[in-house]
């Protein structure tokens, strides 16, 4: 009977709680390092790991270590992917985590280009891509994990703690980051002040480790009977369909891009003759971070009573038709305007799908090479969406008119090619966690839903 549990749901004990808490700091950790590199790279890198010759070189050089980033991804997704889905969730979180952290905290430690030369790019550059190889597991691996310890009917609640951490970690980023640019007198920042942000990342990898290692292996994994020998291959061979929707819904990325990258170009550059102070500016990523922290949990609650698709579907469509009045907020020179469009555009209507995804990503896909089909989807989808900002820049160079209205509607059409996909897919809320995954899976009925629902809120309240 479809609404049968002790059928539908995996035995063994579910440390629901503990596995979200993994994935919370976790999430915090891979992006509070991944996103102090970004800031590095904009404010000091140029100076310190390349000649200083022709600093335009340099800038565009240093911009570009960023982006490598994103290309060691999608490598990084199929092999801890398959790592995820063979030695367990468990496994491949504390391998992401280790690399990023001692990857992050190497960065710190590295020698300039006034000491070494060319050796230092070099490292920069290497370091850069374990960064981005390491942080294609986490997301995947952390939500599969939360998904598969989480009781059925809270899938949605629990899973968007993943992405709580992501901007938490954001905010971290800017928190630590940020007084030491202002505060700090120039010199010793170039010094020796901006390798404390890296190095202080071995406090987060320490706290990370000590909850992890308490968490068990999910009861999915652990009962599945025996792992995949190739999950890869199962998951291009039977989710094929799914994971293109992935990777066409992870295009949302183009928010973020539109609200910080782009956004921040268009506002602050000289060339687009904007003039927004960029003191002002930085706090649009921090403000719209720190209100995601609020909105999410609530959004992933709202996803277990009505579903993973309207909400997904809404945030895209919203958030992209609201990029056009936040592009023109900057073309006349409003700043509260600005930030206020921001906000609605990025902290709360994007979290529509932000808030959603790790629940609904992996639900598409069985245990058996759930992780595996949601790093390589992703991550393809996310590294596609960083080449966006080279695109805007092209299509709206410095001195375009009508720069809101092109690049809203690039923006915009890239939204409902994220919505079609998420309606072109079925519904997972209410498909118990062994079906998932599975051509034929039948719902549970909404009545019966509701009362198993309605159950695990008691018994959660009583604990």
Request: glycine share 10%.
């Amino acid at each position: 009977m479809a609404g049968s549990t002790t059928e539908h749901e995996p035995h063994g004990t579910h440390k629901t709680r503990k596995a979200t808490a993994s994935g919370w700091i976790g999430s915090a950790l891979e992006y509070y390092d991944f996103f102090i590199y970004a800031t590095a790279a904009a404010l000091i890198f140029p100076q310190l790991f390349f000649p200083s010759g022709n600093p335009k070189i340099a800038i565009v050089a240093s911009l570009a270590t960023y982006g490598v980033g994103y290309v060691a991804r999608p490598i990084g997704a199929f092999f801890l992917g398959h790592w995820g889905d063979t030695k367990g969730r468990k496994n491949v979180l504390l391998v992401c985590m280790f690399m990023m952290g001692f990857s992050t905290m190497a960065v710190g430690l590295l020698p300039t280009y006034h000491q070494v030369g060319m050796l230092a790019p070099v490292l920069l550059v290497v370091l850069r891509l374990i960064q981005g190889f390491a942080v294609a597991g986490e997301i995947s691996g952390a939500s599969s994990m939360i998904l598969e310890h989480a009781p059925f009917g809270r899938r949605g609640y629990y899973a968007s703690f993943t992405l709580q951490g992501v901007q938490a970690g954001q905010i971290l980023a800017a928190a630590v980051f940020l007084p030491l640019a202002r505060f700090m007198p120039e010199a010793a920042f170039n010094a020796w002040g901006w390798r404390i942000p890296f190095l202080l990342s071995a406090l987060v990898l320490i706290a990370g480790y000590i909850i992890r290692r308490d968490v068990k292996e999910t009861p999915a994994f652990e009962t599945e009977g025996g792992a995949p020998r190739a999950p890869i291959l199962e998951a291009f061979k039977f989710g094929w369909r799914e994971m293109i929707a992935v990777a066409c819904c992870s295009l949302m990325n183009v928010i973020p891009v539109v609200a910080t990258i782009f956004g921040g170009a268009y506002a602050v550059q000289p060339s687009y003759g904007i003039g927004f102070p960029k003191s002002v500016y930085l706090w649009i990523p921090v403000l719209g971070n720190i209100l995601a922290v609020l909105v999410i949990p609530f959004v992933g609650n709202l996803s277990d009573k009505i579903g993973r698709r309207p909400l997904i579907i809404g945030g895209a469509l919203g958030s992209g038709l609201l990029s056009f009045g936040y592009l023109y907020a900057i073309s006349i020179h409003s700043v509260p305007l600005a930030i206020v469009m921001s906000l609605l555009m990025w902290g709360v209507v994007y979290q529509g799908y932000n808030a959603i995804f790790p629940s609904f990503f992996p639900e598409l896909f069985p245990t058996r090479s759930r992780v595996s089909a949601m790093a390589i989807a992703q991550n393809l989808g996310t590294t596609i969406s960083a080449l966006l900002p080279a695109l805007f820049a092209t299509v709206a160079p410095p001195g375009s008119t009508n720069v809101p209205v092109m690049i809203g509607s690039i923006t915009f059409g890239i939204t409902i090619i994220s919505a079609i996909a998420a309606y072109s897919v079925k519904e997972t809320y209410r498909i118990h966690l062994n079906d998932l995954g599975e051509r034929g899976a039948r719902p549970v009925d909404k009545v019966d839903y509701m009362r198993l629902r309605e159950q695990t809120l008691s018994e959660a309240r009583a604990a």
